[in-house]
């Protein structure tokens, strides 16, 4: 009987301990499923180049875009809403950028956009989505007219409400990167080349502006056109300029043939462009020469921010066959903003949206404040991001390597 | 099975079923979360550029000085490591000197004192001028350079034209 008893006990104890077990346990299935629940479609919109020379920058843009997306709809993270993407083709052409713009802003679910990459497209997209009050975020834009207006350098002025970006402007950009060309590297003869468009230009024209405050000399320039892919006569009068660095306002399929064919020329002097030739494909592009190249992106590498790596970790489980790339961070970022809005939009209207949702969003936007991939995100008021990083990379070991990071405070 | 042995057998059952409910318990119990990973020093602070002050060098070595306030997130304490310029013709010292500690969600004003060694290497007009600095916290020992803003860039290209504007070179 008494053994029987402590029999019982012990089998009583280990039971107890399996039941204490599974309370303790935490729940790893999370709950709900990719698809969502929700009654109401929100649908975000996305304008890339998804084809074409600029389609993995474009591809990336989109995947990460769907990828906050998913994440939401598994969180239930807007409860009674599911997001789903519409992803249009700009084919980095403003004309193409702006039909798409038009064709989103008939989507009635289509309650805000992200993208697109390229500035001049940025531009022809603006007053489409600004009349329809349709916010529209770009995580890789740098112009700063766009946020801005024209006369930035003199007097800032903001042109469109709906705009916001989560990329840093090239008002920021050209000047980090001459300050680093002609400080840290020592070069002080720069030869500057772009391709005449809205993003390659003003990049070029803000770099030359401080390098020459510097104290540095220009002694040559060039513009190229972006459909050409010999460069032959450009890289020969940059051989014979005496430049030691050349600076390239521009993207990287034409950037990527444009190093080489300099180096070929007998120029064995580094390029340096900004965040548009920060791809792997300007890599491959440029060849063994482009060892030593430097490019200044928007941010701090993703990779080394820890509230990337949860980013960086759904990415890759998610299977996307091409990289996020350079704006990856930003479009979740960008597409998270857009989340964000409509969830306060949505709460302020008990659980619904209101018949005026697109305009409540534009409004929301513009308060919007949250721990994102890329850091703090949040917009002042011109919607430019608070948060201004920048980063110096180099080619290294046929990889970009990061060099140099900097914040602007002021 | 004699008694003896039926009450070794149990004996030997309730030590193993006890030691395996325990074990059970300390492998399955709940923990906390595990702290957030704590971010590099450069995103866990900040530089703001408060005020130049420029300095009669008629008389005395060709130097000025400007105040900049150090920011460190809350439960961020960093330390301060170094602070310079990558500008040639300009040395930097600080007050108080580095190394020098920021409390978690605490600021702390530093004065920089610039010294003009060569005016033909300074930067007269900067417009976006940095200032390099040496960050540590427990994740890691970070340089960064923080880019101060339009109001440091002219205030700092004026007091490099004091400094260089009495024959100095």
């Given at each position: 009987m008494r053994q029987r008893s402590l029999i019982a006990i012990t089998a009583a104890l280990a039971a107890g301990a399996l039941t204490l077990t599974a309370c303790g346990s935490r729940d790893d299935n999370g709950g709900g499923s990719d698809s969502g629940n929700g009654d109401t479609t929100v649908v975000i919109g996305v304008d890339a180049p998804l084809t074409g020379d600029l389609s993995a920058l474009g591809l990336g843009i989109k995947n990460s875009v769907d990828l906050a997306t998913k994440i939401a709809n598994k969180e239930k993270y807007v409860e009674g809403v599911t997001f789903k993407i519409e992803a249009l083709d700009d084919q980095g052409q403003a004309s193409v950028g702006q039909q798409n713009a038009t064709k989103l802003v008939a989507?009635?679910?289509?309650l805000g956009v992200v993208g697109p990459l390229n500035s001049s497209v940025g531009e022809s997209m603006q007053k489409v989505f600004d009349t329809a009050k349709l916010v529209e975020v770009s995580p890789a834009n740098t112009n700063p007219a766009l946020t801005q207006g024209v006369n930035w350098a003199k007097e800032k002025e903001r042109p469109y409400k709906s705009y916001f970006r989560t990329a840093t402007t090239d008002a920021i950009q050209g000047p980090f990167a001459a300050q680093y060309v002609f400080n840290d590297a020592k070069k002080k003869k720069v030869f500057v080349i772009d391709d005449k468009k809205t993003y390659g230009a003003g990049l070029a024209a803000t770099f030359t502006a401080e390098f020459k405050k510097l104290g540095g000399q220009v002694v040559g320039t060039e513009h190229i056109?972006?459909?050409?892919?010999?460069f032959s006569a450009v890289a020969t009068k940059v051989k014979n300029s005496g430049a030691d660095v050349v600076y390239y306002g521009g993207e990287y399929p034409q950037a990527g043939p444009l190093s080489k064919q300099i180096k070929e020329a007998g120029a064995k002097i580094p390029l340096v462009g900004g965040?548009?030739?920060?791809?792997a494909d300007f890599i491959k592009l440029a060849g063994a020469a482009g060892t030593g190249d430097l490019a200044t992106s928007v941010g701090a590498p993703v990779e080394s921010l820890p509230s990337a790596k949860e980013f960086v970790a759904n990415y890759k489980a998610e299977g996307y066959k091409e990289a996020y790339e350079a704006y990856g961070g930003y479009s979740y970022d960008s597409a998270w903003a857009i989340i964000e809005a409509v969830k306060k939009v949505v709460e302020d209207n008990d659980g619904k949206l209101p018949d005026d949702a697109r305009a409540k969003v534009v409004d929301a936007m513009q308060d919007v404040s949250f721990d994102g991939v890329t850091g703090k995100v949040s917009f002042d008021e011109f919607g430019d991001a608070t948060n201004k990083q920048l980063t110096v990379y180099t080619v290294k070991g046929g990889d970009w390597a990061t060099v140099k990071s900097g914040t602007f405070t002021g | 099975m004699p008694r003896r042995h039926r009450r070794a057998t149990a004996a030997a059952f309730l030590a193993v079923a006890v030691l395996a409910a325990g074990a059970l318990l300390y492998l399955t119990r709940p923990r906390p979360e595990p702290p957030p990973e704590l971010r590099f020093p450069s995103q866990t602070t900040s530089f703001r550029y408060l005020y130049m002050q420029v300095r009669d060098t008629r008389t005395t070595a060709p130097e000025f000085e400007f105040t900049i306030q150090a920011l460190a997130e809350s439960d961020a304490p960093v330390t301060v490591l170094s602070i310079s310029q990558p500008y040639a013709g300009l040395s930097l010292t600080s007050r108080p000197a580095t190394p020098l500690r920021v409390k978690g969600g605490g600021s702390r004003k530093i004065a920089v004192i610039v010294r003009v060694s060569e005016c033909g290497k300074v930067p007269r007009n900067a417009g976006l001028p940095f200032v390099d600095v040496t960050l540590r916290n427990t994740r890691a020992k970070e340089a960064h350079s923080y880019i101060l803003g339009a109001r440091y860039a002219r205030d700092l290209s004026m007091a490099l034209k004091v400094a260089c504007g009495n024959g100095f070179r």
């Amino acid at each position: 009987m008494r053994q029987r008893s402590l029999i019982a006990i012990t089998a009583a104890l280990a039971a107890g301990a399996l039941t204490l077990t599974a309370c303790g346990s935490r729940d790893d299935n999370g709950g709900g499923s990719d698809s969502g629940n929700g009654d109401t479609t929100v649908v975000i919109g996305v304008d890339a180049p998804l084809t074409g020379d600029l389609s993995a920058l474009g591809l990336g843009i989109k995947n990460s875009v769907d990828l906050a997306t998913k994440i939401a709809n598994k969180e239930k993270y807007v409860e009674g809403v599911t997001f789903k993407i519409e992803a249009l083709d700009d084919q980095g052409q403003a004309s193409v950028g702006q039909q798409n713009a038009t064709k989103l802003v008939a989507n009635k679910d289509v309650l805000g956009v992200v993208g697109p990459l390229n500035s001049s497209v940025g531009e022809s997209m603006q007053k489409v989505f600004d009349t329809a009050k349709l916010v529209e975020v770009s995580p890789a834009n740098t112009n700063p007219a766009l946020t801005q207006g024209v006369n930035w350098a003199k007097e800032k002025e903001r042109p469109y409400k709906s705009y916001f970006r989560t990329a840093t402007t090239d008002a920021i950009q050209g000047p980090f990167a001459a300050q680093y060309v002609f400080n840290d590297a020592k070069k002080k003869k720069v030869f500057v080349i772009d391709d005449k468009k809205t993003y390659g230009a003003g990049l070029a024209a803000t770099f030359t502006a401080e390098f020459k405050k510097l104290g540095g000399q220009v002694v040559g320039t060039e513009h190229i056109n972006p459909e050409s892919k010999d460069f032959s006569a450009v890289a020969t009068k940059v051989k014979n300029s005496g430049a030691d660095v050349v600076y390239y306002g521009g993207e990287y399929p034409q950037a990527g043939p444009l190093s080489k064919q300099i180096k070929e020329a007998g120029a064995k002097i580094p390029l340096v462009g900004g965040d548009g030739i920060y791809s792997a494909d300007f890599i491959k592009l440029a060849g063994a020469a482009g060892t030593g190249d430097l490019a200044t992106s928007v941010g701090a590498p993703v990779e080394s921010l820890p509230s990337a790596k949860e980013f960086v970790a759904n990415y890759k489980a998610e299977g996307y066959k091409e990289a996020y790339e350079a704006y990856g961070g930003y479009s979740y970022d960008s597409a998270w903003a857009i989340i964000e809005a409509v969830k306060k939009v949505v709460e302020d209207n008990d659980g619904k949206l209101p018949d005026d949702a697109r305009a409540k969003v534009v409004d929301a936007m513009q308060d919007v404040s949250f721990d994102g991939v890329t850091g703090k995100v949040s917009f002042d008021e011109f919607g430019d991001a608070t948060n201004k990083q920048l980063t110096v990379y180099t080619v290294k070991g046929g990889d970009w390597a990061t060099v140099k990071s900097g914040t602007f405070t002021g | 099975m004699p008694r003896r042995h039926r009450r070794a057998t149990a004996a030997a059952f309730l030590a193993v079923a006890v030691l395996a409910a325990g074990a059970l318990l300390y492998l399955t119990r709940p923990r906390p979360e595990p702290p957030p990973e704590l971010r590099f020093p450069s995103q866990t602070t900040s530089f703001r550029y408060l005020y130049m002050q420029v300095r009669d060098t008629r008389t005395t070595a060709p130097e000025f000085e400007f105040t900049i306030q150090a920011l460190a997130e809350s439960d961020a304490p960093v330390t301060v490591l170094s602070i310079s310029q990558p500008y040639a013709g300009l040395s930097l010292t600080s007050r108080p000197a580095t190394p020098l500690r920021v409390k978690g969600g605490g600021s702390r004003k530093i004065a920089v004192i610039v010294r003009v060694s060569e005016c033909g290497k300074v930067p007269r007009n900067a417009g976006l001028p940095f200032v390099d600095v040496t960050l540590r916290n427990t994740r890691a020992k970070e340089a960064h350079s923080y880019i101060l803003g339009a109001r440091y860039a002219r205030d700092l290209s004026m007091a490099l034209k004091v400094a260089c504007g009495n024959g100095f070179r």
